[in-house]
């Protein structure tokens, strides 16, 4: 589908044009609502409006949810406010909080406006959870049962009310106070007996999370278990919401995208690549920029210190481009490793030494190898003396070493402190490597060549 965006496009502005309204409807009623969303990135922005009108109510609706804050909030702005009601009806509670939160504050006023007392009540309520918190991300809209209740009693209450809930295929039970106390799929509704109890066929070890718990942590879960939908619970163990797996999905790729700008000193953000600004782009890469480049200015401040002694020995000049280099890649590749191993829950703060000792005897085997090619390199093809080839050598075997230990130890103290560990990454790591190589680099020059 994804190839066909622009002849569909391409064929709906001539029906447009056309005013073949009835064929439009036709074709966009066969398109799925992600497709639909992605078709309207192309139409020119005067006809979206026309043609959103278009779509029957439940699609329209479910296309809004898909498309991005800047399509979103140019269509409300042309809505009626029957339209918009429309509209604002038809969304789960999940969907309306992500509008409400990345709209300005006259288009969210119109929404909440627009929207009925419950929906504007349970916007309200979830919007006072943390940010990147399950609370934040969860809908209220989902399948309870009591305890007490038979599966045809069970089977009787789906029916009437999953019109309404964003997901129907696991229902949790909870008592009189909302206390969750277990759950069952439909496929344990459809299979049992119709007298037989609810508490009699539930699963009561129940896994779930708190209002509080990161987002990230509950994607983590969600994957982890192969859940449809992770319950969510207040302090008093009272059912508040589900999270379903289609939100998770959408954490993950938010901070799996927020990781990878940090790591290449970035600040996040939320836009897509294209409809970000010169100037925001600009604001988000130069702080970093500027931060580098003065603590850069320590690895000048080292090369001056030495001066005397690249005086005497003019060649060893040649060889820093590599020795930095190659410490800046051997600390990259472990922090990314680290980085990717503690999103993931796969190390933790305690593992520190045994990922301490593991990336040592892995630096030493790479640093041997390295310096081995190298030193056969300098001989052969450079014609440089034993003493100075041996010097690279050592220096590039200690540098490796060096720079892997602070590549797999600094990601794992900057999340024990509470910072993200994707922030101590290349740039950093490159940076604190670069000086530290040139210190060993001359430090072992001084001692085998006497300078």
């Not at 064929?11 to 639909?36: F, G, H, V, W």
């Not at 708190?210 to 008093?236: C, G, I, R, W």
């Not at 990781?259 to 836009?271: C, G, L, R, S, V």
């Not at 490597?433 to 210190?439: E, G, K, P, W, Y």
């Amino acid at each position: 589908m994804g190839d066909n965006f622009k002849g569909f496009s391409s064929t709906i502005e001539i029906l447009l044009e056309e005013k073949k309204y009835s064929s439009l409807r036709d074709i966009l009623n066969t398109i799925n609502p992600a497709d639909i969303a992605a078709i309207f990135n192309d139409i020119q922005e005067e006809k979206l409006p026309l043609l959103f009108r278009l779509l029957p109510k439940e699609l329209a609706a479910e296309a809004f949810v898909e498309m991005d804050d800047d399509m979103q909030e140019l269509l409300i702005k042309g809505f009626s406010d029957a339209e918009l009601k429309a509209v604002v009806d038809e969304l789960y509670v999940d969907d309306a909080v992500d509008i409400v939160e990345e709209m300005p504050a006259n288009v969210v006023n119109r929404v909440l406006k627009q929207a009925d007392p419950e929906l504007r009540k349970m916007i309200n309520e979830i919007l006072k959870y943390p940010e990147d918190s399950a609370g934040s991300i969860m809908t209220t809209e989902y399948l309870s049962l009591r305890p007490q209740m038979t599966v045809e009693e069970a089977i009787k209450r789906i029916r009437r009310t999953c019109v309404d809930k964003e997901t129907i295929y696991t229902c949790y039970v909870t008592d009189q106070n909302r206390t969750l106390i277990g759950m069952l799929s439909l496929k344990d509704l459809l299979v049992a007996d119709d007298d037989d109890v609810v508490e009699n066929i539930m699963e009561t070890n129940v896994i779930c999370v708190d209002t509080h718990t990161d987002q990230e942590e509950v994607a983590q879960m969600l994957s982890k278990y192969n859940f449809m939908a992770l319950p969510v619970v207040d302090k008093e163990t009272r059912l508040v919401g589900i999270v379903t797996f289609d939100d998770a999905i959408d954490v993950i790729e938010e901070e799996t995208t927020e990781d990878i700008e940090m790591m290449a000193a970035i600040t996040p953000t939320d836009k897509p690549y294209l409809k970000t600004g010169v100037f925001e782009t600009w604001k988000k890469r130069i702080p970093w920029l500027l931060l580098l480049m003065i603590s850069a200015t320590f690895t000048g401040l080292i090369i001056t210190s030495f001066e005397s002694a690249l005086a005497a020995q003019v060649a060893l000049t040649a060889f820093i481009p590599m020795l930095m280099d190659t410490g800046g890649n051997s600390g990259s590749q472990a922090s990314v490793t680290i980085i990717r191993g503690l999103s993931l829950n796969e190390i933790e703060f305690r593992d520190i030494f045994r990922v301490i000792w593991k990336e040592i005897r892995v630096a030493v085997l790479c640093g041997l190898t390295l310096a081995a090619a190298n030193f056969v390199k300098l001989i052969l093809l450079d014609r440089a003396g034993i003493m100075i080839s041996l010097t690279v050598c050592l220096t590039l075997v200690i540098t490796v070493i060096v720079a892997k230990v602070i590549g797999c130890s600094l990601p794992m103290l900057a999340k024990k402190i509470g910072f993200d560990p994707a922030v101590m990454a290349s740039p950093f790591i490159t940076t604190m490597v670069d000086a530290l190589s040139l210190l060993v680099y001359f430090g072992t020059a001084t001692a085998l060549l006497h300078l």
